[in-house]
């Protein structure tokens, strides 16, 4: 047996999530943005408003569908909204 000395290949670049290098919560605890109650979702809203990354952050959670925490500034009823308006659009615009 003959032992592997390629070089390790390096990950892909990771386009998509790039857009997390500009968090505003990058530094801070994630459990904030993962509230129990409607004051925990305002505190987390406060700091989404002025994220520059905010739109690329609620696009994620949609795309995804990630149905925890508050993401773009927007707690997961407000993305259930969302996209059942989106749902919705493209039924009658098709
Ligand atoms: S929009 Fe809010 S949750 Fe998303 S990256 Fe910015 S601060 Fe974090």
Redesign the pocket.
Known sequence: MTEDLSPAIPPAYDAEHEW?LG???REMDPSE?FPSDGVGVEV?RR??ED?P??TD??EYALTYRIDHG????ASERERRRILHRRRGLSRTSG
């Open positions: 997390m968090a505003r919560c943005f987390a700091v989404c994220c990354v905010r952050c609620l508050v993401w773009g500034g």
